[in-house]
């Protein structure tokens, strides 16, 4: 398992985004076991560098080629040939440039690209009071696997992850509210021994359980702890997250 570190908080979207893609690959049937060569389609806004999973009129259609046996990572404009990154705004040409950067160093590591979906970030959340309750108990796994190991635990028993729905739903509120909305899955194991999601929107001093209004115009609080305690006693405790020797890769 490889832990990326990184500063750049548009890089770690990307990055975010890439791993969820993959991920979201390992369940389509591949023609080999072992994947060498893969490619991806997204959408780039040119002044920030950042990628997003559907196009639109101010958004740039670009493919990322990965090459584990050349150890390449190549960014191709989607019909039209080689893409040229000095055609971008200096901050986004920054962030799309350190993207690749990261995706290089990982390839470096990996003997397969589907073990990137292995990769694990911590969440970016320096700016908020809840990041030492997210980073303790925040574990990379899908759904399937949160269940099995909250099943083994006692009823209130809860973890953080994200799943592709918290990403998905990460970059339509951000593009509606025109402001880098956070979102994370709260995973917990209910009184009935049922496992259940609640995805958590936040952004400066809001946090709140998303109830299917992009608007996001229901009640918020200041804080992830006093959002948790809005559920009363269905959550006890946190499942602390597991300490595992990993590779970190870091920009040099």
């Not at 994370?184 to 958590?200: A, C, E, G, M, S």
């Not at 006093?226 to 559920?231: D, R, T, W």
């Amino acid at each position: 398992m490889y832990k990326l570190h990184i500063q750049n908080e548009k890089v770690r979207i990307n990055l975010s985004l890439i791993v969820e893609t993959i991920r979201h690959q390992r369940r389509v049937p591949q023609k080999h076991q072992e994947q060498r060569q893969t490619t991806l389609e997204f959408a780039l806004d040119l002044k920030t560098g950042l990628l997003h999973l559907h196009s639109a009129q101010d958004l740039q259609s670009i493919v990322i080629y990965l090459d584990l046996d050349k150890q390449e990572v190549k960014v191709t404009k989607k019909r039209h040939g080689m893409f040229n990154m000095e055609g971008m705004d200096p901050k986004g040409r920054q962030v799309l440039s350190e993207t690749c950067h990261y995706l290089k160093s990982a390839l470096k590591h990996l003997h397969n690209i589907q073990e990137l979906a292995h990769c694990e970030f911590e969440p970016s959340t320096d700016e908020i009071t809840g990041r030492n309750l997210l980073h303790e108990s925040w574990h990379a796994v899908e759904r399937e696997d949160a269940e099995l190991m909250l099943l083994n635990t006692s009823p209130g028993t809860y973890l953080f992850r994200k799943d592709r729905f918290a990403g998905v739903m990460e970059e339509i509120l951000s593009a509606a509210k025109k402001s880098r909305i956070k979102c994370f899955t709260l995973t917990y194991l209910d009184p009935k021994r049922q496992v259940r999601d609640k995805t958590i929107v936040t952004w400066k001093d809001h946090w709140l359980f998303y109830d299917d209004d992009p608007t996001l115009a229901g009640n918020y609080f200041q804080s992830l702890e006093e959002l948790l305690n809005s559920l009363g006693t269905v959550l006890k405790r946190p499942l602390p997250a597991l300490k595992i020797n990993s590779t970190t890769v870091s920009k040099q």
